[in-house]
T-cell receptor
Framework: GQNIDQPTEMTATEGAIVQINCTYQ??????LFWYQQHAGEAPTFLSY????GLEEKGRFSSFLSRSKGYSYLLLKELQMKDSASYLC?????????FGSGTKLNVKP | GAGVSQSPRYKVAKRGQDVALRCDPI?????LFWYQQALGQGPEFLTY????????KSGLPSDRFFAERPEGSVSTLKIQRTQQEDSAVYLC??????????????FGPGTRLLVL
């Protein structure tokens, strides 16, 4: 399958900013998604990028560089409820490929 | 409105048993996806339906896995002669339009399958 690379786990402090990086394969690429998944629950949609640049949506922003096969999810003003796994997914050759997820631990 | 629902939420099966997992997508959604998610991993694509047509089944791990969506709404994923390696969460997702990669997928809560 397509290789999606993202860090396994990150820890950050409540109120801080955290950036979760993701690299993906560029061949056949046609979109990059970020999902949030709390333990034992379904993934929920956070953001979508297909063009280069930054998409901002409240406390969450997502960036894409198509030439580098790189994206990041930026979470600002972290809250305890942001503790979850964050899944990067790319759409290549008409199929969705998910990374293993980055488990984010938010500490008081 | 109602989201994607899946049943059963939990299933324990003895090795060799057949199981059937059901997905009720959001009403009117054209696209339906099945994924397998192992513990600590991201979802892995199994199969994709556009209405009743199964357009991609390349992710089904073996011929023991079979999926159908006969009327273009409810879908069933069937696993025959279950093996321990089939233990995982099976997620269903739907989206309103034909898959072009631009539509958000709405996920169900998943069925957690444990094969003993």
């Amino acid at each position: 399958g397509q290789n999606i690379d993202q860090p396994t786990e990150m820890t950050a402090t409540e109120g801080a900013i955290v950036q979760i990086n993701c690299t993906y394969q560029t061949s056949g690429f046609n979109g990059l998604f970020w999902y949030q998944q709390h333990a034992g629950e379904a993934p929920t949609f956070l953001s979508y990028n297909v063009l280069d640049g930054l998409e901002e949506k409240g406390r969450f922003s997502s960036f894409l560089s198509r030439s580098k096969g790189y994206s990041y999810l930026l979470l600002k003003e972290l809250q305890m409820k942001d503790s979850a796994s964050y899944l990067c997914a790319s759409y290549n050759f008409n199929k969705f490929y998910f990374g293993s997820g980055t488990k984010l631990n938010v500490k008081p | 409105g109602a989201g994607v629902s899946q049943s059963p939420r939990y299933k324990v099966a003895k090795r060799g048993q057949d199981v059937a997992l059901r997905c009720d997508p959001i009403s009117g959604h054209v696209s339906l996806f099945w994924y397998q998610q192992a513990l600590g991993q991201g979802p892995e694509f199994l199969t994709y339906f556009q209405n009743e047509a199964q357009l991609d089944k390349s992710g089904l791990p073996s011929d023991r896995f079979f999926a159908e969506r006969p009327e273009g709404s409810v879908s069933t994923l069937k696993i025959q002669r279950t093996q321990q390696e089939d233990s995982a969460v099976y997620l269903c997702a739907s989206s309103p339009a034909p898959g072009s990669g631009r539509e958000t997928q709405y996920f169900g809560p998943g069925t957690r399958l444990l094969v003993l």
